[in-house]
């Protein structure tokens, strides 16, 4: 590159989005689909599928044995969840920022989808990879095929 000249560069990732059962439940499909889009990010693949509980299992791996475990797992197979691969420049983080933080109280923050419509930590509407190693991990386990 030519003596000040900057070249941004544009690593494109992709991260696992869930839209958990409270969410589907509450008819806010359309409005996580919408904040997707708006942001920018691509949606590579979507599925909406009851979960069994050897994949919640697999999916939450690292908080297995924490005291919320068995009640996360209850949860994300209560219902329908809405399971999709998103695609951007930085969309690990992008997402997790559209999401929110866990706590849709203390740390999400107004304007994400968590800030904005969720109250309580074990019903927190959505999910979002953490760490390209997760994402990679958890979009193996959702869509092998991918
Ligand atoms: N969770 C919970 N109680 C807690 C911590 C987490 O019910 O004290 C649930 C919550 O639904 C959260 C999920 O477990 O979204 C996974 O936790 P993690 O820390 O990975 O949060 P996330 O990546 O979803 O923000």
């Known amino acids: 590159p030519s003596p000040g000249r900057r070249y941004a560069l544009r690593v494109t990732e992709r991260t696992l989005v869930l839209v958990k059962p409270d969410g589907v439940e509450r008819k806010l499909v359309g409005e996580v689909i919408s ?3 708006r942001k920018g990010l691509d949606i590579v693949a979507m599925d909406l ?5 050897d994949l919640a299992a697999q999916h939450y791996a690292e908080h297995d044995g924490k005291p919320f475990f068995s009640s996360l797992l209850e949860f994300i197979t209560s219902g329908p969840v809405l399971a999709a691969v998103v695609e951007g420049p930085r969309a690990i983080a992008a997402w997790r920022q559209v999401a929110g933080g866990t706590d849709p109280v203390e740390k999400a923050t107004p304007g994400s989808i968590r800030g904005d419509l969720a109250l309580e930590t074990g019903s927190n509407l959505v999910h979002g990879s953490d760490s390209p190693e997760s994402a990679d991990r958890e979009i193996k386990l959702w869509f092998p095929s991918l």
Do not use: G
């Not at 599928?49 to 509980?53: A, F, H, K, L, N």
């Open 35 to 37: 904040r997707i889009e």
């Open 49 to 53: 599928r009851t979960v069994e509980r």
